[in-house]
């Protein structure tokens, strides 16, 4: 029989659940609201910290908190601001950058950042045995291109002077209206040359100097731990030049490639922010927690990137039918749950002011009598086409759906092959795959950001697709300072690979994600990237 007790053991009962050991346990982002610890879904394990080889979003998004180029973009206008260099001059000609780089801009291991730092950098991501897929960012630079190229032997002849210790000078081959825009990016940000040197030459790869311990940046945290498939963790860099205005203490980074989990963490309040977000959840944010949705415009397209060079994409023909044959809606609708748009052409919308050609309509009889007219009618005779994704949550289900269209209307047959991604860019790059769906988001907001990639040769071209007449009108828009003389030119070219179809369009980004109450000052970005020393945690 169970009796009540004493008053005196009341007292001690109570006491006892008060107790330290019983009370609620404090989760992650709670202690990391008490000790400014921001807690940050990445969906990738980083390939690499450094940036002259740095190929992927979610490695920039780790560069730019151990780094600082230039210049550096505003979050919410993906607009230039001053970086390291605290002003710039420009000739009246547009040709001639003059950088004058902030007195008080460190290295974190205490050196000065000089102008001499950045040449070194920029001979370094130009040097071709480095072999950087990202080179041709700095091509607007007077003999990059050729020293990149190995046409020019010496870096003496390339447009880079270092006036003093405190003053850059780039001279450009023709006048280049976004170049403080590309000053921003990742293959324009400085590393430290001894620390590159200690761990072998300029050139080598994949070296020691990026990890723990090793790595000497120049942003506004530093490199303190890396957990390969577990977290990385940057803490505040107390010789960045503006570090008593840095409102966290650290960032930790977690690699979690599958959505699901990423949410399910965060309801555990394990995180402050996630990559993204399962499409069939956004309802249910909507619905019962729409203080946590986030979703924010973005400079991005999904598209399948066709093997040029391998039959039977060789021809264009094929190409097209394939790229006539994919109701974008329907994926939009039922893959993403409306949160992307469709996209029938390379360019977003609200990119610059830029407005895109007609592109590639969904137009089974077209596609069909155009595979007919390739040699394959109802796909007969056409062996079945491997198409490479990322096995993340959505990309299977967008092939999927890709998958069942072509079998339907044309007869194509598809097999599915999901990587993960450091393999999956791999495959890309050295064209060992027939058909992958490949995403890109802007690295500023300007139409060549897109139309760039598709150059011959290009580092980021991974069609094996090669056009004089497009890099011609590409090169003609380069020289042209109009700017709506120059977006006509653009349109030309996008019409023309549109028409080629070494790509085709799928969607256009928006970025669906979870931002705990707690995180302040996060400002929807168009390019994706944050600057972190901005973002203040406060106690909902």
């Known amino acids: 029989m169970l009796r009540p007790l004493p008053a005196a053991g009341l007292l001690l009962l109570a006491a006892a659940l008060l107790a330290p050991g019983c009370a609620r346990r404090e989760t992650e982002a709670e202690e990391g609201i008490r000790t400014r610890t921001l807690l940050l879904g990445n969906q990738n394990e980083p390939a690499t910290l450094d940036p002259h080889l740095i190929d992927a979003a979610t490695d920039q998004n780790i560069a730019v908190a151990l780094f600082e180029g230039l210049t550096v973009l505003d979050e919410s206008t993906a607009l230039p601001l001053p970086g390291v260099a605290e002003r710039w001059d420009v000739s009246p000609d547009g040709r001639v950058y003059t950088f004058h780089l902030r007195p008080s801009a460190r290295w974190s291991n205490g050196d000065p950042v000089t102008a001499a730092d950045f040449a070194w950098s920029f001979q370094r991501i130009l040097t071709p045995a480095l072999g950087s897929v990202y080179a041709y960012m700095l091509w607007p630079i007077q003999g990059a291109e050729d020293f990149n190229t190995g046409r020019l032997a010496s870096f003496a002849g390339v447009g880079v002077t270092v006036v003093d210790a405190a003053t850059l000078r780039l001279t450009l081959a023709q006048p280049t209206p976004y170049l403080l825009a590309l000053a921003a990016h990742s293959t324009w940000l400085p590393v430290h040359r001894a620390t590159v040197e200690k761990y072998g030459r300029m050139q080598d790869r994949d070296t020691a100097w990026t990890r723990p311990g090793h790595l000497v940046g120049n942003g506004p945290f530093v490199l303190t731990e890396w957990r390969p498939n577990a977290r990385l963790i940057v803490s505040r860099n107390p010789r960045y030049w503006d570090a008593a205005h840095n409102r966290l203490e650290r960032v930790i980074f977690f690699p979690t490639e599958k959505a699901e989990t990423e949410e399910r963490n965060f309801r555990a309040g394990q995180l402050h922010v996630t990559y993204s977000l399962p499409a069939a959840k956004i309802a249910t944010y909507r619905r019962e927690a729409p203080g946590s949705l986030r979703l924010d415009p973005l400079l991005y397209l999904s598209y399948l990137n066709f093997n040029t060079t391998k039959p039977p994409l060789n021809q264009p023909q094929v190409r097209r039918a394939l790229a006539l044959a994919i109701d974008r809606a329907a994926i939009s609708q039922r893959v993403f749950g409306g949160a992307r748009l469709p996209a029938a052409t390379l360019s977003p919308p609200d990119c610059g002011g830029y407005l895109a050609p007609p592109g590639q309509p969904l137009d089974y009889a077209a596609a069909r009598a155009l595979l007919a007219a ?150 929807p970005s168009p390019v994706g990237l944050h600057r972190y020393q901005l973002i203040e945690l406060q106690a909902p």
Do not use: C
């Open 374 to 523: 390739a040699g394959y009618p109802g796909g007969r005779g056409l062996p079945p086409l491997p198409l490479q994704v990322l096995n993340d949550d959505k990309s299977p289900l967008a092939a999927e759906a890709i998958q069942a269209m072509w079998q339907r209307e044309l007869g194509v047959r598809v097999t599915l092959e999901p990587y993960e991604q450091k393999t999956w860019i791999q495959n890309q790059q050295t064209l060992s795959h027939t058909l992958g769906l490949m995403s890109w988001t802007a690295d500023f907001a300007d139409p060549i950001t897109f139309l760039g990639l598709f150059t011959t040769g290009g580092g980021n071209n991974w069609t094996g697709w090669s056009s004089p007449a497009y890099d011609g009108l590409l090169a003609q828009a380069a020289r042209t300072a109009s700017p709506a003389a120059r977006f006509a030119l653009l349109r030309q070219a996008e019409a023309l690979l549109l028409a080629e179809a070494p790509i085709a369009p799928v969607g256009f980004g928006a970025r669906t994600y979870l931002l705990h109450p707690a995180v302040k000052h996060w400002a």
